[in-house]
């Protein structure tokens, strides 16, 4: 395969492409390649983030005097962009991340039908008129951007995050500062390209590549940060909300899961197999809403396992912009050694493999970071297969004896983020959405996926603050502010 140039990636600050004065670099690697150096990537040190900082907060003054219907204009020219380059964006996805074209495509139109949604919502940012209880008086209320905000995202879906987090910050009013995942810097890069073409004055929208570990302290430190809205892990999010936590600074956290999807003995087993297959093998099983788990009644469970065996040989690993691969690679060599590492604790454990993938037999599959789907059955709830996230392709079958059995089941992890149900009957379904401990719950539809228009997010450990997406999206990045007029 050709390989890319290498190109600088770069900060953005205050209107300009600029290395870090640090004068280190990092080389941005294809997973499924390991030897194609995609990009030199600038490291940022807390200084970058002061600048970009001061940079945002220089032109949030003018960018909240731009009337909201306006801003929501150059928003939406964004997503023109977006739109114009959508087979370049796919490709560099692929590339950059490993999930395979389609899904990269896809990625591509959902990051454009957010950034379209949160534009429409520059001319509908309307507040309340309430009735007062003392006479000759008016009251409303007026919805104000907070400042600066600072958006923390994830490498495994490095456009459609950071797309849907800045959209609606910026419609709102606020300046932003982007701190994208330190493996995903070029996708954050282009995304930034789109929403500087589309005409947003210099300082509102700042980019500062660098990894976590250097760079959160200087954001949850910085007074001038009013809010945090952060995409990964549980365990970086709740020392992040901690740390804001001193000085009350807004936070918003999308984190972790471990969904499950109930199989119910009336359902269709051909969908819920299908669906379980693509919850748990799509994306590589490398996102917070992927199918971790699958709680089978036990009169079903052999035919299931069967069709589920079936489908997961459909799942051909390889590199994403080939024809016919339908899972890519794991995004690094640290993510790898952990999804194995998870893969030989469930072997030990004691649960029944049904298919695995740890260690892939064909040659092309040495040249990148991969795994092949993985299935274990028999597995007890309380064993860390059925219990820890793996963020790869890896799904748990356990049993359950009758509904109450599935939820208990279903609900007895620290998480709650999405959750699905396959039956045909309504009292079912009603009794699983009024029991589900998670954000999102699917009857007969998958685990994975979200729409622009509705809100995103889950509770315990998988989600705190306002939600994603959606209108609610503007309530995180908002302030109400009430008026009484005495007239
Ligand atoms: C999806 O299910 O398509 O980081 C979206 C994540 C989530 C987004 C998942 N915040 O995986």
């Known amino acids: 395969m050709a390989a890319t140039a290498t190109i600088p990636v770069l900060n953005y600050i205050g209107g300009e492409w600029a290395p870090s004065r640090s004068g280190e670099t990092v080389p941005d690697r294809n997973p499924a390649h390991t030897d194609e150096i995609l990009g030199e990537v600038t490291v940022s040190t807390a200084d970058d983030v002061r600048r970009a900082v001061d940079a945002a907060a220089a032109a949030f003054r003018e960018w909240r005097a731009t009337p909201a219907p306006q801003r929501g204009d150059i928003v939406r020219k964004a997503a023109d962009q977006m739109e114009r380059r959508r087979d370049e964006l796919g490709r560099l996805l692929t590339q950059e991340e490993g999930k395979t074209l389609p899904e990269s495509l896809a990625e591509v ?38 400042g600066v905000v600072a958006c923390i995202t994830p490498w495994n879906f490095p456009i459609a995050i950071p797309a849907w987090k800045i959209a ?123 199918t971790s788990r699958a709680v089978v009644l036990r009169s079903v469970l052999d035919e299931f396992n069967e069709l589920l065996a079936r489908k997961a040989e459909t799942w051909r690993a390889g590199d994403g912009l080939e024809q016919g691969v339908r899972m890519g690679p794991i995004v690094d060599e640290t993510q790898l050694r952990k999804v194995k590492a998870k893969i030989d604790d469930g072997k030990r454990s004691g649960a029944k493999v049904i298919r695995d993938g740890g260690e892939p037999t064909r040659a092309e599959l040495r040249a990148g970071y991969f795994v092949e789907p993985t299935i274990f ?46 039956t045909n009957d309504l009292r079912t379904a009603f009794r699983y959405a009024d029991e589900s401990e998670a954000g999102m719950l699917h009857v007969n539809t998958p685990t994975v996926g979200g729409e622009p228009q509705v809100p995103f997010g889950g509770v315990k450990d998988s989600g705190f603050g306002d939600r994603e997406c959606g209108t609610a999206a503007f309530d995180f990045f908002t302030e109400a502010k009430v008026v009484y007029v005495g007239y």
């Open 109 to 146: 139109d959902r990051a454009i039908a957010n950034v379209r949604f949160a534009a429409g919502q520059g001319a509908r940012l309307v507040g309340e008129t309430i009735p007062s209880s003392q006479r000759g008086t008016f009251v409303y209320t007026v919805r104000e951007p907070l």
């Open 168 to 290: 609606p910050a910026l419609v709102a009013g606020n300046t932003v500062v982007l701190k994208p995942a330190s493996l995903t810097p070029l996708c954050a890069a282009e995304v930034v390209r789109c929403f500087v073409a589309a005409g947003l004055p210099n300082g509102a929208l700042n980019l500062v590549l660098g990894t976590g570990e250097a760079l959160s302290r200087a954001i949850t430190s910085d007074e001038r940060i009013k809010a945090i809205s952060f995409t990964g892990s549980s365990a970086v999010g709740r020392r992040l909300y901690a740390q804001a936590a001193e000085r009350l600074c807004k936070v918003q956290l999308e984190m972790g899961g471990k969904n499950a999807v109930i199989v119910m003995d009336d359902a269709d087993l051909e969908k819920a197999a299908e669906s379980v297959a693509g919850g748990a093998f799509g994306a590589t099983g490398q996102r917070c809403t992927a």
């Open 377 to 422: 059955s028999d597995v007890d709830p309380r064993m860390p297969l059925a219990q820890e996230e793996i963020f790869g392709p890896v799904v748990s079958v356990i049993s359950a004896r009758d509904l109450d059995a599935a939820l208990a089941a279903a609900n007895g992890v620290g998480y709650g983020l999405s959750s699905a149900i396959y």
